[in-house]
């Protein structure tokens, strides 16, 4: 039976000034940062996550979020998001007066233990007083679950490593459940094989799948994932994006990509595309390298 998808609004998530910038050799300077976020809030998205409340020593290239926070013009509606490792980043992050935290584990031991330090298990304790603080302050939690389809270590990830970690986010009260291919190697078929799990779970409208493009199959995979029913996805302005730990991974899927193919496609998404490649521009200004969005990369082109 095919549903109408076109009812259904997206619901976009840009994490380029976080995912983006985290995985730039040279640090952007604090204005920089901030007149990214801004350019952003003029795009449409439903939600920027604008930085990291983490150990500056792990990624010194977000160390001045508290900075970013109060620096950003908040437009109405937009959720201005941040993640947070621990409490000592939670409470960081509430002084900066963040909308939304996002917590993040993985459904790999090794990556886990090289991104926080942490054993799968030690990270979910270490989650519970930050979920329970973020309750108090009325705050949404999301749920970051790295390498649920490979990891750059262990290799192929079982659907069965996924589901434990899915569980154990949701008994700790996270409203959302963020299924992350970290390396960027998914296909759209692993994809649908770990939906048909991960949706027994739990219902389609607290899923985000957060792609990186590596092997060029993330828009197919975000498509894939907008046919099985899900309409929350993560991006990044231009394509930007990686993980430092995560050896070989490339940007996140561009915004400028995910929202051609899904408006062509006929969802609901009322993003301005325009204003994403002028988000993308401003940033790109002060990097030493291409933007890889084949959209972006268009738009060059012709102007
Ligand atoms: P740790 O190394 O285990 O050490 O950190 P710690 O907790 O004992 O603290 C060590 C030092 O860091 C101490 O300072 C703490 O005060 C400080 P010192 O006494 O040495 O001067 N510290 C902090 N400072 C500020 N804010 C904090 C904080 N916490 C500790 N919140 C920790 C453990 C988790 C904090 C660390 O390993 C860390 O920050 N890791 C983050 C790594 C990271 O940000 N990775 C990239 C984001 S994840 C990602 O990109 C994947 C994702 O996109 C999804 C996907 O694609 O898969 C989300
Ligand atoms: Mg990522």
Redesign the pocket.
């Known amino acids: 039976m095919r549903i109408n998808l076109a009812d259904k609004p997206i619901y976009l998530t840009e994490?380029g000034p976080r995912?983006g910038l985290?995985n730039e050799k040279e640090i952007i300077p604090t204005e920089v940062k901030v007149a990214f976020v801004n350019a952003l809030s003029r795009t449409g998205v439903s939600e920027i996550e604008a930085s990291?409340?983490?150990?500056?020593?792990?990624?010194p290239q977000?160390a001045d979020s508290s900075e970013v926070f109060q620096k950003i013009e908040r437009v109405p509606g937009i959720i201005y998001s941040a993640?947070?490792?621990?409490a000592?980043?939670f409470e960081?992050a509430l002084e900066a007066k963040v909308n939304k935290i996002?917590v993040?584990t993985?459904a790999s031991e090794t990556f886990n233990q090289k991104?926080?330090?942490?054993t799968i298990a030690e990270s979910i304790e270490r989650f519970k007083p930050v979920v329970a603080r973020a309750k108090q302050e009325k705050l949404p939690v999301r749920g970051?679950i790295?390498?649920c389809f490979h990891c750059p270590y262990e290799g192929k990830i079982a659907p069965s490593a996924v589901i434990p970690i899915v569980q154990q986010l949701l008994a700790l009260g996270v409203d959302e459940i963020?299924l992350?291919?970290?390396i960027g190697k998914a296909v759209p078929t692993e994809v649908r094989t770990l939906l048909d799990a991960v949706l027994k779970q739990l219902s389609q409208e607290r899923v985000t799948l957060?792609f990186?493009d590596t092997y060029g199959t993330g828009i197919a995979n975000v498509l894939a994932g907008w046919e099985y029913g899900i309409s929350r996805f993560d991006a990044s302005a231009g394509g930007l994006?990686?993980?430092?730990?995560?050896p070989g991974?490339s940007g996140?899927v561009a915004t400028e990509d995910v929202v051609y193919a899904l408006q062509n496609s006929g969802a609901k998404l009322s993003v301005d595309l325009n204003q994403v490649i002028a988000a993308s521009q401003r940033i790109a200004a002060h990097l030493q390298k291409p933007l890889p969005s084949r959209v972006y990369g268009v738009y060059r082109s012709k102007n």
């Open positions: 994490v995912d985290q990291s409340f983490v150990s500056p020593k792990k990624i977000l993640l947070v490792p621990n000592q980043g960081r996002a993040f993985a991104n926080i330090n942490a970051y790295s390498t963020v992350s291919d970290t957060h990186h994006g990686g993980c430092p730990y995560a991974a996140n």
